[in-house]
């Protein structure tokens, strides 16, 4: 509908330029999103809700070559996921695991993912506070902060970050187990558990 608007006979000069420039605005959205999703599907090899050793992988593989202490843990038990909200909280982790690999003096690198009623994934690490970054490089977290919260939003997750100079970085995502969790519809005794009238 943009290019058509900008395609108009009518259109003059500044509404074809506004189109036209909305619609290099989306097809770079559309671009980065598309990448994020092929490096989801090259780097996940999930299994069945294998979240933890995709995360691990990413993590590892950041890493190699670096002096890092690195930790994953894992609180709880581990429960089947919806795949496509797993997929989106995958590539929020594997963003802020990035973003904390470039961060400058990290020596410690912490993933940490809790099953209760809701998930939470927590990736902190020990670098320099994002505000002692140099501004372009500052930008472009920004920008995947930004990206990371709107996935989360999508997925009826709150992101947040807490940074400060002295203690590092820890970003924390929580799904509402009700948006993550698939429903168990089978009791173990492989029936169907009775509805409430």
């Given at each position: 509908m943009?290019?058509d608007?900008?395609?108009?006979a009518?259109?003059?000069p500044?509404r074809m330029?506004q189109?036209l420039?909305r619609?290099?605005?989306w097809l770079?959205?559309?671009t980065?999103?598309?990448?994020a999703?092929l ?7 999930y299994?069945?809700g294998?979240?933890?050793t995709?995360?691990?992988r990413?993590a590892?593989?950041c ?13 709880g038990d581990?429960i ?14 594997y963003e802020a695991?990035?973003?904390a690999c470039?961060r400058s003096g990290?020596t410690r690198?912490k ?5 209760g009623?809701?998930?939470y994934?927590?990736v902190?690490?020990?670098g ?9 490089e500052?930008e472009d977290r920004q920008?995947g ?9 999508q997925?009826?997750?709150r992101l947040?970050m807490i940074?400060s100079?002295?203690?590092g970085?820890e970003l924390t995502?929580?799904?509402?187990g009700?948006?993550?969790f ?6 173990r005794?492989?029936r ?6």
């Amino acid at each position: 509908m943009v290019a058509d608007d900008a395609l108009d006979a009518s259109a003059g000069p500044v509404r074809m330029r506004q189109a036209l420039d909305r619609l290099s605005e989306w097809l770079g959205q559309a671009t980065e999103e598309g990448q994020a999703a092929l490096d989801s599907l090259r780097t996940a090899g999930y299994g069945r809700g294998d979240l933890t050793t995709s995360l691990r992988r990413v993590a590892e593989q950041c890493l190699v070559g670096r002096s890092v202490d690195f930790a994953l843990s894992v609180t709880g038990d581990s429960i089947e996921m919806h795949p496509l909200v797993r997929d989106e909280v995958y590539s929020i982790g594997y963003e802020a695991i990035g973003n904390a690999c470039k961060r400058s003096g990290v020596t410690r690198l912490k993933i940490a993912l809790i099953y209760g009623s809701d998930f939470y994934l927590q990736v902190s690490d020990d670098g320099k506070d994002m505000d002692q970054l140099a501004a372009e490089e500052n930008e472009d977290r920004q920008v995947g902060l930004n990206r990371m919260r709107k996935t989360a939003e999508q997925i009826g997750g709150r992101l947040s970050m807490i940074s400060s100079a002295n203690s590092g970085t820890e970003l924390t995502l929580i799904v509402p187990g009700r948006v993550i969790f698939r429903p168990r519809l089978w009791s173990r005794k492989g029936r169907r558990p009775n509805k409430a009238r």
